[in-house]
C-alpha cells in the first residue's frame, strides 16, 4: 500500500512539474524570465497560439530556388529579355484563380453602397468595356454584357489597369479584415452597422491599427482584454498585429513568385532535384493532354492558328472563344488555374529589358519607389487620411529609420529630403523626352504574363513577358491577387525546437 502511494506521489509530482515547465515556456520570457500577460508588470502580450493560414481565395505556394528565365527555349522576338538565372522566392500566398466579374461587381458594389454621392469613385473603378471593340470585329454585345451578363460571372474580369488592380487587392485587403473583425465581434457586427446608416467611414487596416478607429458604434463587444497596469477591470483594448488576427495585405504578385507559380515544379521535384524541367505550367512539350479520358483536348485556353480560336463545332478543342470561367482545365501542381492562357495577368515589376542584369537573388523585384504614410500629426503618431479614410502615402524620406527629430523635421513645414526613393529603379536614367519617340518604356511600363484566349502558344510559357502602360487595358488581361506569407505553414525545418525550449533552435 506504501509503495503504491508512492508512486502516487511521485506521478503527482512530475505532473505537476511538467505543467510547471510547460506554463514556464509558454508564458514566461526567456530572457528575462518576465511573465507575459500579467497586469501587474506591464501587461505584454505575446500570442503563442496564433496558426498563419492563408486569407480567402488563397492557395500556399511553398517557396525554393528555380530558375528564373530557365522554361524559355526559343525567344521569337529576339528580346533577350528573361535570360536565365538562378534566384530563390520565399514562400507566399496567391489566388487559385483569376479575379473573376463576380468579384469586381462585388467591388462596384460596396463602392456604391459605402459612396453613393461619388461618381467618381465609382467611375474609376469601372472595367475598361470598350477594349471589346474593333473596327473589323463585331464585339459590340461583349461591351454590354461581358461583366454585368450571370452567364459571365464567373469569367476573368478584363479591361482593368495595372492601377485598378492595385486599387481592388488594396480594398479587398480592408473588407477581408474587416470581415474578420466583425464576424469575431470585435466591431460592431453588419446588421448594427447597417441600422446606424453610415456611409463614408469605410474601415481601413492601417488607420484601424494605429488607433484612430475606435469608439462608440465602432468597438464590439469582444474585443480583447486590456492587461495595461491601471485599466479597469472590464477594459478592452482594439485588435493590434502583435495578436495576430488581421491578415496582410493582398498586392499582385512579383514578377518572379508568378513565374515560379505558373511552373508548378514541384510536381517535379523529387528529394531535393528537380528531375524535368518544364516549358509550361504542365509536364511535356506539347500543348494537348495526353490522358486517355481527354486525349488530344488542349490544356489552356489560347489562339491555336490564325483564324482558331476554339475550334471545329461538334469537337472543340479548348471551347473558348474569347475567355472562359476561372476554374477551367486542371490546375497545375501548386493547384492554381489558368496560369496558362484565358487572360494574361499583371504583376507588380516595373518591365525592363536588363532585369536579369540587374536583380537581388532572393525575392527580386523592381518597383521604383519606396512609399511610407504621411502623418498628420507626428508626434503625436497620427496618420492623414484622404476623404476615403485610407491612408495618404508619399514617397519615403529616408533609407533606414530616422531619428525622432529627424522624424518631426520632415513632416513639418520645413521638411527637405535629398534621398533618392526611386530605390527600386536601382537609380535606372528614365529619358522622359524620349518615351513615345525612340523608347515605350518608362517607370509606369508593367509586366503581364501568362498567355490569353487571343495569343499563340508560345506566350504560354511563363517565362515569358510583355509589358503596358499601367493606366492602359485591354480584353486579354486581368490579375490575380497574392499575400506574403508570415512565418512557415510548411512545418518547422529538421531539428527546429519549440519556442522556450533549451536546446539551440535551427536557422
Known amino acids: 500500500m506504501r509503495t503504491v502511494v508512492a508512486w502516487v506521489i511521485i506521478l503527482s509530482t512530475i505532473t505537476a512539474f511538467s505543467s510547471c515547465k510547460s506554463k514556464k515556456s509558454k508564458d514566461l520570457s526567456p530572457k528575462t524570465g518576465v511573465a507575459y500577460n500579467d497586469p501587474h508588470n506591464g501587461g505584454l502580450q505575446i500570442n503563442r497560439k496564433v496558426k498563419e493560414t492563408p486569407g480567402p481565395g488563397l492557395v500556399a505556394v511553398e517557396g525554393g530556388t528555380f530558375v528564373m528565365g530557365g522554361s524559355l527555349n526559343e525567344d521569337l522576338g529576339f528580346a533577350h529579355d528573361n535570360l536565365k538565372r538562378r534566384v530563390t522566392v520565399a514562400s507566399f500566398y496567391i489566388d487559385e484563380t483569376e479575379v473573376s466579374n463576380a468579384d469586381w461587381l462585388e467591388y462596384l458594389h460596396w463602392i456604391a453602397q459605402n459612396f453613393p454621392e461619388d461618381g467618381k469613385l465609382y467611375y474609376d473603378a469601372l472595367p475598361d468595356s470598350l477594349v471589346w471593340r474593333h473596327s473589323l470585329s463585331y464585339n459590340e454585345p461583349y461591351v454590354n454584357l461581358y461583366l454585368r451578363h450571370p452567364s459571365f460571372q464567373d469569367y476573368p474580369v478584363v479591361g482593368v489597369s495595372w492601377e485598378q488592380a492595385n486599387a481592388y487587392c488594396q480594398w479587398r485587403t480592408d473588407r477581408v479584415n474587416e470581415n474578420v473583425l466583425r464576424q469575431s465581434g470585435m466591431l460592431v457586427d ?39 497596469p491601471g485599466a ?77 480560336n476554339m475550334g471545329v463545332a461538334g469537337d472543340l478543342n479548348d471551347g473558348g472563344d474569347i475567355t472562359v470561367p476561372v476554374m477551367s482545365y ?178
Not at 192 to 208: K, S
Not at 272 to 291: A, F, H, K, Q
Request: glycine share 10%; proline share 5%; net charge positive.
Open 190 to 228: 453588419y446588421k448594427t452597422r447597417a441600422e446606424q446608416n453610415t456611409t463614408g467611414d469605410a474601415f481601413n487596416t492601417e488607420i484601424y491599427l494605429n488607433g484612430q478607429l475606435k469608439g462608440e458604434g465602432i468597438d464590439g463587444p469582444r474585443l480583447p482584454k486590456d492587461n495595461r
Open 232 to 308: 479597469e477591470a472590464d477594459a478592452r483594448r482594439t485588435v493590434r498585429m502583435e495578436d495576430g488576427i488581421l491578415k496582410q495585405p493582398y498586392r499582385l504578385p512579383t514578377e518572379a513568385e508568378w513565374e515560379y507559380a505558373a511552373l508548378g515544379l514541384i510536381g517535379n521535384t523529387v528529394e531535393g532535384n528537380i528531375e524535368n524541367s518544364r516549358t509550361y505550367p504542365w509536364s511535356g512539350l506539347g500543348v494537348r493532354s495526353d490522358r486517355r479520358k481527354n486525349q488530344g483536348r488542349m490544356l489552356a485556353n489560347f489562339k491555336i492558328t490564325s483564324g482558331n
Open 330 to 507: 486542371a490546375p497545375n501542381d501548386f493547384g492554381l488555374y489558368n496560369m496558362a492562357g484565358n487572360v494574361n495577368e499583371w504583376v507588380n515589376d516595373v518591365y525592363r529589358q536588363l532585369s536579369y542584369e540587374d536583380f537581388e537573388d532572393f525575392n527580386p523585384f523592381r518597383g521604383n519607389v519606396f512609399m511610407d504614410n504621411k502623418y498628420e500629426d507626428a508626434e503625436g503618431r497620427l496618420l492623414a487620411k484622404d476623404k476615403y479614410g485610407r491612408p495618404i502615402k508619399v514617397p519615403a524620406k529616408a533609407p533606414r529609420k530616422q531619428t525622432w527629430e529627424e522624424l518631426q523635421a520632415a513632416n513639418g513645414a520645413d521638411a527637405t529630403s535629398t534621398y533618392a526613393y526611386d530605390a527600386r529603379g536601382s537609380e535606372d536614367e528614365e529619358m522622359k523626352e524620349l518615351y513615345g519617340k525612340t523608347t515605350l518604356i518608362n517607370n509606369k511600363s508593367r509586366v503581364f504574363k501568362g498567355g490569353s484566349w487571343n495569343d499563340r502558344a508560345y506566350w504560354l510559357n511563363p517565362a515569358t513577358r510583355r509589358f503596358m502602360q499601367q493606366d492602359e487595358s485591354n480584353a486579354m488581361t486581368g490579375f490575380r491577387c497574392a499575400m506574403t506569407m508570415v512565418g512557415n505553414v510548411f512545418g518547422p525545418a529538421p531539428g527546429k525546437t519549440k519556442p522556450g525550449s533549451r536546446r539551440g533552435s535551427y536557422h
